[in-house]
C-alpha cells in the first residue's frame, strides 16, 4: 500500500519523542505547498499516515520538525540559540506505489534518517 509515514526517536532520552510539532511539504519548483502539520503521538509516530493512496505522488517533499520546542518542552536546558532549532528532511517519491518511511533518531546536538520500512 502507497503512503509516507515517519517515527522520531529521542536518542537523549532513549525513548519516543511524544509531542513533537512536525510538517509536511511538497515541492515543486520554487513553491512549497503544506500538505501536513501535527504533532507525533505517544510512540513517536503520527496517528495516521502523513499521505496515503493518491495523495503520495511522485516528486520532492520536505519534512520539517521542530527539534528545539520539543527539547525545550521536557526541561530540557538548551543554548540561544540552539544548535538544532527545526531539522528539515528533504527527500523524492519515485515510486507512488510504495511504502516511504522517514524515520528521525535526534537529540538537541545531533540527528540521522533513512528510508525506513
Do not use: I
Not at 527545526?86 to 527527500?91: A, E, G, M, Y
Amino acid at each position: 500500500m502507497s503512503e509516507l509515514t515517519t517515527h522520531v526517536l529521542d536518542t537523549a532520552n532513549g525513548r519516543p519523542a511524544q509531542g513533537m510539532k512536525l510538517w509536511l511539504y511538497r515541492l515543486e519548483g520554487d513553491q512549497k505547498t503544506l500538505l501536513f502539520e501535527g504533532e507525533t503521538n505517544s510512540d513517536g509516530r503520527c496517528d495516521h499516515p502523513l499521505l496515503d493512496g493518491n495523495s503520495l505522488k511522485p516528486g520532492l517533499y520536505e519534512l520539517d520538525f521542530s527539534v528545539d520546542e520539543y527539547f525545550t518542552k521536557l526541561g530540557q536546558k538548551l543554548p540561544e540559540p540552539s544548535f538544532l532549532t527545526r531539522v528539515t528532511l528533504r527527500f523524492g517519491v519515485a515510486n507512488q506505489q510504495q511504502h516511504y518511511h522517514v524515520p528521525l533518531l535526534v537529540s538537541p546536538w545531533a540527528y540521522s534518517t533513512c528510508r525506513g520500512s
